[in-house]
């Protein structure tokens, strides 16, 4: 294959992205200021290498979602043709982070490349549009996978562009858009509006990646195939899910673009400061969409062992998440009396510690290594052709990394020990490392996963 072709190749890209993602992890430890276990929210040096990773990470799955459902050759090929450049600009953006003297640069290098993985996301979002007309028989099929993924696409691309709008008014401000900045002051004034929409930036962005990730998840393993009780089993968790990406959309926009303040849910306590915020309830639809769909979706795994223990460690890494941002996160909500939102008496409470190292923990486990794990798991299932007992040791340690991270975030709640929670996460990296041998050794054209 020459370099002409290979840069639009899908294998050849996927396969890049997997390595890219997977050494990126791995090294992340060596990294200037990146501590990744510390109380409380990541600092400026975690989350600037959090991008360099979840960047990749949402173009291959645009990558594997144009795949997968055979989009306009187009759109794939301006797709497989960008990943290089933006690896390139990737490294070039943290590189160029560190000196003082290289700011005005790493702003130009960053810009560039979330202009282009915009574009790329309009590119894809056209080509779902226009999938139903060309694909009219499986869009009746797959319609539940197919508008969450179309949603997921909308909430995730305005995520994006709130990340955007949030750089440039932090490094700028909007005195120079003179319409914009009135509005920026009717809203409660700069540092209020970039506040809001950077919370509403790192909230709505993951929900809806994963929301996209359940929806490729049915897509790759051909849940069209199910008989009807079953797929309508799928499409419910769908329907589900879609009503959570709506409502979440909805109010991280008004809460950023408006004066509007999300309120708490179920309050008791004092002045009631116990409750579940709106919109942690309304993420967490996404995320019970993805249950639900696990009673249908599991008809459809595959009869071949690795390939099975892949698509299960799948949904697991659904379940491990849903496990740590309801199953321990509500209670925190419900508890904010003692847990005083990180923040120590007397404006907070006296667990504030405790709180913050739920802040760590989830943002490490849910917001960061399961959507990574669950993104790679379904690219790696494209080179899995048949039983291997190399595969099955690594998928069990992926599972083995899950559940020790899981049940890690909740040590570190309860002790504030994050090694148990850093063990799991450990184990997961070095299986995606260890994993990397599958792709490489069956380098031969993709199936055909319709």
Known sequence: M???????????????LIIYIAVMLAISPLIPGVTWFQLGDFTLDVVNYYHTIMIPLALLLILYAAYILKLNEKIIISINISTIPLLVLNILGLVFFYPSSTQLADYVIQGLRDIWMLLLTLFFFIGLLIFPFKSKEKFKKIWGAHILLLLATISAG???????IYEYGNLYGFTSISWFNSLVNSWGGLQTFLSNLVTSHSHEMLPA????????????????NLSGWKRNIVNLGMIVSIFGTISMTYLYAISSFGTYSIPAIFTSGPSGVNGLALDDSQTGLIGIGALISIFGIYFIL????????????ELITWIATMFVMIGVGYIIEFNEAYYGGGVPPPNGGPGYLYDMAYTNG???????????LAG??????????NDSKYSNFNAYLFLLGTGLGAEGVLIYLITLSWYVEAIGLAIITLAMILMIYVPIKNLRELPDKQ
């Not at 929301?211 to 069209?224: H, K, P, R």
């Not at 989830?362 to 990574?372: D, K, Q, T």
């Open 2 to 16: 020459n370099k002409g072709k290979m840069f639009k190749d899908t294998k050849f890209n996927i396969i890049t």
């Open 158 to 164: 305005l995520a994006a562009i709130m990340g955007m």
């Open 376 to 385: 790679m798991l379904l690219a790696l299932l494209l080179f899995i052709n």
């Open 302 to 313: 595959s009869n071949k062992r690795s390939e099975r223990l892949l698509q299960i460690t």
């Open 362 to 372: 989830h943002l490490m486990f849910a917001f960061f290594f399961m959507p990574v």
């Open 209 to 224: 990646v994963m929301g996209g990730i359940v929806a490729l998840a049915a897509l790759s393993f051909g849940y069209e």
